[in-house]
C-alpha cells in the first residue's frame, strides 16, 4: 500500500481509521434470551435498533427489559415518552430501577428528535429508548387546524433525525444504543401490505430491525383471563450478525403460579437450539444429555428449570455458535421445527 500517513494525519480530526482500528460495537443484553440468541449476542450500542410490531406484542416490555438487565451492569438509560403512556409501577415490577432512569415527556415531535441529539452528544447515557416513533407529533401538525392536510411531516422530520442521530453517535465518546418503538400501519398495497411509520430512513440508517408478531394465547380455564402468548421474533435487518434469524417466547401476562406478569420465558427456544447444535441428542420422543434421558421436550424443559448452570452454559454454546454461523452450519433461521416437539 502506498504511504498514506499524511493523508490520515490531515484528516485524522474527521474520524479517518484503518479498517482494522474501528471497534467492534459491544452487545448489550436484550433482557430476552430468544433475543440475545437471534441477533447474536444482545442489540449493538453507537447503533439505531428498530422493534416493531402490531399492538399488544410486548414493545415496550422489551424495551423495559433492556433498561432493567443495563441498570443492573451500571449503565445510564433514557426513556423519551413520546406517548405519554410510561408506567412507573409497572417499569418498577420488570426491574427497571426509576430513580436512576430519565423519563422525557415531549410536547411535540422536535423535541424529541434534539433532546436524543444533546443526550448523545453529552456522553451521559449508553441507552436511550424512543417510544415511539408515531407517537411523536411535528410541531406544525399540532399547530395546524384538523381540517388541514399535513404530508408527509414526520417522515421529513425522522428522515433528518437517523441522520443526525447516526453521524453524532459515531463521534461520541460514549456510543449509546438508541432503541426505537415503532408501529405498523396497512397500506393499498397487495403484496405488501403493511408499513412502519416514520419513512425510509428508518429502514436505511438503522442497523438492527426486529418484527415482533403473536402467536397463540393460553387462557384461564376458570376466568377466561389470558395467562400468556407466544411471541415470535424475525431479525427482518441485522448489519452486526446473520439476518432473518427467527424465535419465540412466552410472554406472561395474567396471573401464574411459576411466573409473574411481563416474564418473558425462553427455555423452549434455547432447548430447541441446544439440539439443533447438538448440545442434546433426541430419538423419537426422549431426549438425551449426557448420561440422562427424559421422555419428551417437556420433560426436559423441567430438568432445565431446576439445573439453571445447564441452561446458562446452552446460552454461552448458542451464542458463540450463532455468531461463527455461515451458510453451513447447523444452526437454523426458523424455529418452525421445535414448535412440532412442543
Not at 430419538?283 to 439445573?307: L, M, S
Not at 448452570?309 to 455468531?323: A, G
Request: glycine share 8%; net charge neutral; with cysteine.
Amino acid at each position: 500500500m502506498n504511504d498514506i500517513s499524511g493523508i490520515l494525519k490531515k484528516f485524522s480530526k474527521y474520524n479517518l481509521k484503518r479498517a482494522s482500528d474501528i471497534p467492534i460495537p459491544r452487545r448489550l443484553p436484550t433482557g430476552v434470551d430468544t433475543l440475545d440468541i437471534i441477533t447474536g449476542g444482545g442489540y449493538p450500542s453507537s447503533r439505531i435498533v428498530e422493534l416493531y410490531g402490531k399492538e399488544s406484542v410486548g414493545k415496550t416490555l422489551l424495551a423495559l427489559k433492556a433498561i432493567a438487565v443495563n441498570q443492573k451492569a451500571g449503565l445510564s438509560c433514557a426513556f423519551v415518552d413520546a406517548e405519554k403512556t410510561f408506567d412507573f409501577e409497572w417499569a418498577k415490577k420488570q426491574g427497571v430501577n426509576t430513580e436512576d432512569l430519565v423519563v422525557y415527556r415531549p410536547e411535540y415531535g422536535e423535541l424529541s428528535i434534539d433532546f436524543i441529539k444533546e443526550l448523545i452528544q453529552s456522553d451521559a447515557m449508553d441507552i436511550i429508548v424512543l417510544d415511539s416513533i408515531e407517537g411523536i407529533v411535528p410541531k406544525q401538525e399540532i399547530e395546524a387546524s384538523s381540517e388541514e392536510a399535513q404530508v408527509a411531516l414526520k417522515a421529513r422530520m425522522m428522515n433528518k433525525a437517523v441522520r443526525v442521530w447516526n453521524s453524532v453517535i459515531t463521534s461520541s465518546e460514549r456510543q449509546p444504543l438508541v432503541l426505537c418503538i415503532n408501529q405498523m400501519r396497512l397500506t393499498m398495497e397487495k403484496y405488501n401490505p403493511t408499513t412502519t411509520p416514520g419513512g425510509m430512513g428508518m429502514k436505511y440508517f438503522t442497523s438492527m430491525r426486529i418484527e415482533l408478531t403473536r402467536g397463540k394465547t393460553q387462557k384461564d380455564t376458570k376466568t377466561k383471563d389470558k395467562r400468556y402468548v407466544e411471541i415470535r421474533a424475525k431479525t427482518d435487518k441485522n448489519k452486526v450478525s446473520i439476518p432473518g434469524k427467527y424465535g419465540y417466547w412466552t410472554m406472561y401476562i395474567g396471573y401464574d403460579e411459576a411466573f409473574p406478569p411481563g416474564y418473558c420465558e425462553s427455555t423452549n427456544f434455547v432447548v430447541s437450539q441446544a439440539k439443533h447444535i447438538g448440545l442434546v441428542k433426541s430419538a423419537g420422543a426422549w431426549f438425551y444429555y449426557g448420561d440422562k434421558k427424559f421422555q419428551g421436550k417437556q420433560d426436559f424443559v423441567d430438568y432445565i428449570y431446576e439445573n439453571p448452570e445447564i441452561y446458562k452454559d446452552f446460552m454461552q454454546k448458542i451464542i458463540k455458535e450463532v455468531r461463527n454461523e455461515s451458510e453451513e452450519k447447523k444452526v437454523p433461521n426458523t424455529g418452525e421445527e421445535s414448535k412440532e416437539e412442543n
